[in-house]
């Protein structure tokens, strides 16, 4: 079951990064254009970065929906998100 969180978006505390595939359609790429305006309206911190041609899922190895290309820049995005958010 899918349920909206905007009125959560005022507690949030943390960055927030999102990779999402411009083929998806939960959300879809209006749907992360939203995300990005309520989260700017907020003042809240976060990165979104939307790929073409990939879909759900362009992570998972073991799917059709596998892009490579997407999946090694969103492994080189969350190192470095992690290395400017999670640094000691």
């Known amino acids: 079951m899918r349920s909206n969180l905007v009125d959560q978006l005022p ?27 309520l989260l700017n309206g907020h003042g809240k911190v976060h990165e979104f970065h939307s790929y073409p041609e990939a879909g759900h899922a362009f992570f998972s190895v073991d799917r059709p929906a596998y892009r490579v290309a997407a999946a090694n820049d969103g492994w080189q995005r969350i190192a470095a998100f992690f290395g400017t958010y999670l640094k000691g």
Not at 11 to 36: C, T
């Open 11 to 37: 507690n949030l505390r943390a960055p927030l990064l999102g990779l999402f595939g411009d083929d998806d359609k939960y959300p879809s790429p209006e749907d992360v254009a939203e995300l990005d305006q």
